[in-house]
């Protein structure tokens, strides 16, 4: 079964410093990867996804990921982390045929920004 | 402005007495999704809709219901809430089911079930 692991409940880091929150998934075929941000008080809101290809994908707000087939792992990173970061990070595992309906969420990694 | 908007962003309620949270997007999209936050849970489907008049169960429905009339609206009903649903609720849209269209989602409704 398809299952997606984020193993940091919550994170700390300092204004500028760099990031890597990190996501491992279990599925059987070629997954369909994303990471989702939701600010404080706000929706969820896609950062960037992977489908196929580079396995190297630069998203929105200077976030990239990177695709692991080896290690099962899409890890987020940002080189220097802005204080509007700080934020709930989630993310999520699709399979074949494409379906919104069926992604499958990890439980989120809480990002704490300090000054 | 493309957004989802949900109504209302925070409702305290007593068990028993029937709510509807509306959700509504401008965006022409056919898929509508309800999601519930919990900590620890993280985010588990309620219900969703590929389209007007279609509906279908997500992965933890008891309790809830929905309707799709029009294609910018899709509501969730509880009809006799009860303290266990208490959470956040997220509205979700997409242009389509298939390939994996960006979900948009509303800033959320919490609710509170005493």
């Known amino acids: 079964a398809q299952s997606v692991t984020q193993p940091d409940i919550h994170i700390t880091v300092s204004e500028g410093a760099s990031l890597e929150l990190r996501c491992n998934y279990s599925y059987g075929a070629t997954p369909y990867l994303f990471w989702y941000v939701q600010s404080p008080g706000q929706g969820l809101q896609l950062l960037l996804k992977?489908?196929?290809?580079d396995t190297l994908v630069q998203g929105i707000k200077g976030f990239e990921a990177e695709f692991k087939r080896s290690q099962s792992s899409f890890n987020l990173r940002k080189p220097s982390v802005h204080w509007s970061d700080a934020a709930e990070y989630f993310c999520a595992v699709g399979g074949e045929g494409g379906n919104n309906r069926k992604l499958i969420w990890g439980l989120g990694t809480s990002l704490a920004v300090n000054p | 402005e493309a957004q989802v908007t949900q109504n209302p962003r925070y409702l305290i309620t007593v068990t028993g007495k029937k709510l509807t949270v509306t959700c509504s997007q401008n965006?022409?999209?056919?898929?509508m999704s309800w999601y519930r936050q919990d900590p620890g849970l993280g985010l588990r489907q309620i219900y969703y809709s590929m389209n007007v008049e279609v509906t279908d169960k997500g992965d933890v429905p008891e309790g809830y219901k929905v309707s799709r009339k029009e294609k910018r609206n899709f509501p969730l009903i509880l009809e006799s809430p009860s303290p266990n649903q208490t959470s956040l609720y997220f509205c979700a849209s997409s242009l389509g089911d298939r390939d994996f269209s960006p979900l948009h989602f509303g800033n959320g409704t919490r609710l509170t079930v005493t």
């Open positions: 965006m022409n999209h056919e898929y």
């Open positions: 992977y489908f196929s290809g």
